[in-house]
């Protein structure tokens, strides 16, 4: 009895094999095939599976789909083979015109009985019409699907759909699908090694995986050259981690220099403890939700470019608050630095209290432009677009501000200011208003931020708190009121932290990146780069 059904089982994969290979020369017409399904033996409507497939038919996929889901039916009184539509509930196509049927009483409908054998064949037959499809999308998206569920049955599709395959990428991922089908069926070793050597290739996650039951199996050359792989894998991937390690602490680097940087010149060249300053980032996080709110009701055509009219209005609008606190409350407090503090705490609470009253207490949507959106892939990394753009927009700023701040007038004035602050009025430089200008542009500068920071974070009242911390602890250990301090403190704090975080976890790794500042600053209280004039002697 055994035998009889193993022969049975080879007779019907063969016939259905037979029809995905011959292809649409020899299928029949879809009207044909799919009257088959209405034929009382199973044998004969495993023989219409196939030659539904093989007509390569745009509808076949959906015929098949219906039919694996036992919504197939055949319909009283003239026999046809109905599906249901998709796009309009209780109304069914004729499965071989696509014509639209109507509504049909539940009593007229007979369904379609498909037994496992059946299941089996329009799984491989779904498989050959996805390999064989004309977008080369769906082509890759199901060769990965059979990457990561291997099915030895697949093999057959897959060997025609590589014949017949002219993209290198498509034809690299049904190869991949080959070797996991091999390593899951029980082939000769030679083919078993080839395909180790294939699946190693891919050097992933993925790979391991394909490769751990291949390893656990009977020893032999085999399960040696799949361990032999794994090793290999896990060396190459423990590079790529650090790698990633790397660029993630960068990216996170990248956003606290946007976030400190600005605290670099209100702090270290002002001395000024300025706790309004993660404010400010909250406030040019608002004003982009802003810009893309009037631009998705008035020009949605302008949104790619949101983020651009946003930068200008944020450092704007940020950059007045920052000139009037400046000019209405801390002028008069400078020289009392516990003053200082608690008024800025206080201005912060109010500008918090002030957005939640005008937006609401929650988050805020704010888009990525199409061009921010996407990822790159580089080997084993993955990196997001927004993250790249935000790395080299921060850079950006610093770079301008440096530039700023050694070759203009303004640059000039301020750093005298810094210097020697009598000598600099004593040359006719109004130092009152060389103040006021240097805390709007810390201020503007923290607007600039929270555009950038509006792309990976949630735009809320509480945005800014997340990042005050952060950005004293960048500014004093990098150095209070020094650019390139500001810059090497954000790098090194960003990456230590994600070289951290897979060992002590997110909130400990900030832990201990903060005691080891604290006890860096006892043997450098003036942080990596010590800066000379009124600023560091205060």
């Known amino acids: 009895m055994m035998l009889f059904r193993t ?26 095939a799919v009257s088959g399904l209405k034929e009382k033996s199973f044998a004969r409507r495993l023989g219409a599976v196939g030659e539904i497939a093989a007509t390569g038919d745009a509808r076949a996929a959906d015929i098949l789909n219906a039919l694996a889901s036992n919504k197939a039916f055949v319909a009283a009184p003239d026999g ?60 890759l998206t199901a060769a990965r699907t059979m990457i990561s569920s291997p099915d030895a049955a697949t093999l057959d599709s ?115 403890i300025n706790m309004a300053h993660g404010e400010m980032v909250m406030l040019g996080a608002y004003v982009t939700f802003m810009v893309q709110e009037v631009i998705r009701q008035t020009m949605p055509g302008l949104f790619d470019w949101s983020l651009l009219i946003a930068l200008p209005l944020a450092f704007a609008l940020t950059g007045l608050v920052g000139i009037a606190m400046e000019r209405g409350i801390i002028r008069f407090l400078y020289g ?30 704010v888009g990525n432009p199409s061009w921010m959106s996407g990822s790159l892939e580089l080997g084993q990394l993955t990196l997001t677009w927004n993250r790249l753009y935000i790395i080299a927009f921060a850079l950006t700023i610093f770079a301008l501000l440096f530039l700023a701040m050694r070759f203009t007038g303004f640059g000039l004035q301020m750093r005298a200011v810094v210097q020697n602050r009598r000598m600099a009025g004593s040359m006719g430089i109004r130092t009152k208003w060389i103040d006021a200008l240097t805390f709007g542009l810390g201020s503007g500068i923290a607007g600039l931020a929270g555009v950038a ?45 994600k070289f951290l975080e897979p060992y002590a976890g997110a909130v400990l790794a900030k832990v201990l990146i903060l005691v080891f500042i604290i006890l860096f600053i006892q043997k450098r209280p003036r942080g990596l780069f010590a800066l000379k004039g009124r600023g560091a002697d205060a």
Do not use: C, H
């Not at 049975?8 to 037979?18: D, G, K, P, R, Y």
């Not at 069926?185 to 050597?197: C, F, M, Q, R, V």
């Not at 656990?216 to 991937?237: C, F, N, Q, T």
């Open 336 to 365: 009392r630095p516990l003053e200082t503090l608690l008024a800025t705490w206080g201005v912060s609470l109010i500008l918090q209290q002030a957005v939640r009253t005008i937006f609401g207490p929650n988050n805020r949507e």
């Open 453 to 497: 920071i509006s792309q990976i974070d949630n735009v809320s009242p509480n945005l800014g708190q997340s990042y005050i911390i952060d950005s004293f602890m960048v500014v004093v250990f990098g150095g209070v009121g020094n650019l390139w301090g500001t810059l090497v403190g954000a790098m090194t704090l960003g990456i230590a932290n």
């Open 80 to 139: 046809k083979v109905v599906i249901p539509d998709p796009t309009g509930p209780g109304t069914y196509l004729d499965a071989a015109t696509g014509e639209n049927l109507g509504t049909i009483a539940p009593g007229a409908l007979k369904k379609v009985r498909i037994n496992n054998r059946m299941r089996g064949a329009i799984r491989d037959a779904l498989g050959s019409l996805t390999l064989r499809s004309k977008d080369k999308g769906r082509r």
């Open 7 to 32: 022969i049975a089982v080879l007779v019907a994969n063969l016939i259905v094999v037979s029809f995905l290979m011959v292809g649409p020369v020899y299928a029949a017409g879809l009207d044909t």
């Open 158 to 272: 897959l060997n025609a759909a590589i014949e017949a395959e002219t993209d290198d990428q498509v034809r690299l991922a049904m190869q991949r699908a080959r070797a996991a089908s091999v390593l899951a069926s029980t082939g000769p070793d030679a083919d078993k090694l080839a395909a180790i050597e294939v699946i190693s290739a891919m050097g992933n996650q993925a790979a391991i995986g394909l490769l751990t039951p291949v390893a656990a199996g009977d020893p032999g050359a085999v399960a040696d050259s799949a361990r032999a792989a794994m090793v290999m894998i896990d060396s190459s991937l423990a590079v790529w981690r650090n790698a990633q390690n790397v660029v993630y602490g960068l990216s996170l680097g990248s956003v606290l220099l946007l976030a400190a940087i600005g605290l670099a010149i209100t702090f270290g060249v002002m001395g000024v």
